[in-house]
């Protein structure tokens, strides 16, 4: 027993600040958004079927989720806006965002799609900070199924 509770301490201490921000209560996520997050960040819904998108140049990273000794503890997003929030907060300066929720019925032969989550940053200088929190070098987001995309527009305040 005594052994069990500093592996369970640093287990906590070790999970990264997502996979606590995913189960926030709903009445937290709330306020934070609405302090920190809405007052940078315009999410709108697209549909990339009717009006396929354009993708600016710069730097892609896609959400892998968070392997630590080879188990992957974190693979579904389902709080894109806290996970963003939470890479702002460390001082990575994000261009834009691109969130598809998990599809049971996905296109003509209706297979299950996971989440994803890519973003576009200014520069490459946060490379080892973004694969710590699960995010690996991608090229520009693809289109596809599920067409329906949150686009999180970033305001940038000089």
């Known amino acids: 027993m005594n052994l069990l509770r500093p592996i369970l ?20 996520i709330e306020r934070y958004n609405s302090i920190f997050f809405y007052q940078s960040v315009k999410p709108e819904s697209q549909d990339w079927e009717k009006e396929p998108p354009v993708f600016p140049n710069g730097h892609y990273y896609r959400f892998n989720g968070i392997v630590r000794n080879g188990t992957t503890y ?3 997003v389902t709080r894109p806006d806290l996970i963003l929030g939470y890479l702002l907060g460390q001082g990575i300066e994000i261009e834009d965002a691109w969130y598809r929720p998990y599809a049971t019925h996905c296109g ?3 297979v299950m799609v996971g989440s994803s989550l890519d973003i576009r940053i200014k520069s490459d200088k946060h490379n080892e900070l973004l694969n710590k929190y699960g995010f690996v070098k991608a090229a520009k987001p693809s289109a596809g199924c599920p067409n329906n995309v949150i686009h999180y527009s970033f305001i940038r305040k000089n």
């Not at 287990?11 to 709903?26: D, E, R, S, V």
């Open 108 to 110: 003509p032969l209706e």
């Open 74 to 76: 974190l693979q579904e």
């Open 9 to 28: 301490m640093l287990m906590i201490f070790c999970l990264p600040m997502q996979l606590i921000a995913q189960n926030m209560p709903a009445d937290n």
